[in-house]
């Protein structure tokens, strides 16, 4: 059973960088034909894609992010990571990590169960 | 680029059957079959529930189905049950950024 969880700070300063992990368990991240990714939920919206990863480094982003996004793979711990800087109140959110697989068919088919994140001084 | 557009709330009684639209454009939900919807309970993590416009991911009910018509997807339920009481979110990728979007989601109160 694929399984993934979120972990991090539940409060960052405005303008530092918010840094979450994902740790992966009952799959290997490393495994071919899968991204690994981030979604955000911001209070009172819809969600948000942030970005996803394959570990070959290939990467995907909301252009909305991307300047601002780093996603990154650790295979030998076999968990992911999010940084994204210079994080504003409008960076309040839950943040989820999840698995889409490669193919052309974007869709992700395991979620964890989210984070929640708030920037505040 | 905007959103997809779905209703924010619907209800309906037991057995009964809903349907949730999302709205979307020529760039992402009327180009591409490859909408996708997610079942949320609060506190819990999202569960896909339609992948590519109508596809039910194994051990998903057969009370649930999806189809599009032009720019607009849509999530039926059928044989509401207590247990569909949730919030329900669609997705489709957008040739508009080469990523997805997501809908802002749509309440489901089973009376």
């Known amino acids: 059973q694929v399984q993934l969880q979120e972990s991090g700070p539940g409060l960052v300063r405005p303008s530092e960088t918010l840094s979450l992990t994902c740790g992966v368990s009952?799959?290997?991240?490393?495994?071919?034909?899968?991204?690994w990714g981030w979604i955000r939920q911001s209070p009172g919206k819809g969600l948000e894609g942030i970005g996803i990863m394959y570990h070959n480094g290939r990467a995907y982003y909301n252009p909305s992010l991307k300047s601002r996004v780093t996603i990154s793979l650790d295979t030998s711990k076999n968990q992911f990571s999010l940084n994204l800087k210079s994080v504003t109140a409008a960076d309040t959110a839950v943040y989820y990590c999840a698995r889409l697989p490669d193919g052309g068919v974007w869709f992700f088919d395991y979620w964890g169960q989210g984070t929640r994140v708030t920037v505040s001084s | 680029q905007s959103a997809l557009t779905q209703p924010a709330s619907v209800s309906g009684s037991p057995g009964q059957s809903i349907t949730i639209s999302c709205n979307g454009s020529?760039?992402?939900?009327?180009?591409?079959?490859?909408v996708s919807w997610y079942q949320h309970h609060p506190g819990k993590a999202p569960k896909l529930i339609i992948s590519?416009?109508?596809k039910r991911p194994s051990g998903v009910s057969d009370r649930f189905s999806g189809s599009k018509s032009g720019n607009t997807a849509s999530l039926t339920i059928s044989g509401l049950q207590a247990e569909d009481e949730a919030d329900y979110y669609c997705?489709?990728?957008?040739?508009?950024?080469?990523?997805?979007?997501f809908g802002g989601g749509t309440t489901l109160t089973v009376l």
């Open positions: 009952g799959f290997s991240i490393s495994t071919d034909y899968y991204y």
């Open positions: 590519e416009g109508s």
């Open positions: 997705c489709s990728y957008t040739s508009s950024n080469t990523f997805v979007l």
């Open positions: 020529s760039s992402d939900v009327g180009i591409y079959n490859l």
